[in-house]
């Protein structure tokens, strides 16, 4: 059964920071990777789609990567603003297999 | 252009009752997918349409759950008998088909069952 971690649970920094944020999986046999990010009361807006062949995608100050034989990914967001506060899911296969997501606070 | 439409985006209901929640995929999508986001859950698989294909009916919790897909757009998720434990935020995807790709989510209609 997939199994995917997200870590950390959450994450406070100062407005300008780079941060990194950690996703897992447990089975490598996925066919792509998404990262999401969900406003208090929203929906999900999609980040970034990975395919499974692929090594990192990126979409202006964010960049993600994909190493899948060892089931991570991670999701870089370069001189954070405080409207990139949200919670953070990564997502794994087409039948989603969602990790518990960062909550981000970026402080001004 | 459009989005993905839910709704309602609120439903309150009392317990024993049964639902119906509507999905309107993106025009020519025609890959459609249920998610149920629970407190203490995180976010789960429902149920998956592409296109003419018998649904995948993995994720449905129960045989009080059922969901359908008329011609091939709208979808309507119907839950019988409503519990407490149905309490959560049903979220609506739909994408280009294929499993590698991108999904688009709707706003959700959340569901709360007195």
């Known amino acids: 059964k997939q199994e995917v971690t997200q870590i950390p649970a959450a994450l406070s920094v100062p407005e300008g920071e780079n941060l990194v944020l950690n996703c897992s999986f447990t089975?490598?046999?996925?066919?792509?990777l998404q990262w999401f990010r969900q406003d208090p009361g929203k929906g999900l807006t999609s980040l970034l789609l990975i395919q499974s062949s692929q090594r990192e995608q990126t979409s202006g100050r964010l960049n993600a990567s994909l190493d899948k034989s060892s089931g991570r990914s991670t999701l870089y967001i370069a001189a954070s603003q405080p409207g990139d506060s949200a919670t953070y899911l990564c997502a794994v296969r087409n039948k989603l297999v969602f990790g518990a997501g960062t909550i981000l606070r970026v402080k001004s | 252009g459009a989005g993905v439409s839910q709704s309602p985006s609120n439903k309150v209901t009392e317990k024993g009752k049964d639902v119906e929640l509507r999905c309107d995929p993106i025009s020519g999508h025609t890959a459609l997918y249920w998610y149920r986001q629970s407190l203490g859950q995180g976010l789960e698989f429902l149920i998956y349409?592409?296109?003419?294909?018998?649904?995948?009916k993995s994720g449905l919790p129960s045989d009080r759950f059922s969901a359908e897909r008329t011609g091939g757009s709208v979808s309507t998720l119907t839950i019988q008998r409503t519990q407490q434990e149905d309490s959560a935020v049903y979220l609506c995807a739909s994408s280009l088909g294929g499993r590698s790709n991108e999904q688009f989510f709707g706003p959700g209609t959340r569901l709360t069952v007195l």
């Open positions: 349409f592409q296109g003419n294909s018998a649904p995948d």
């Open positions: 089975d490598s046999a996925i066919y792509n």
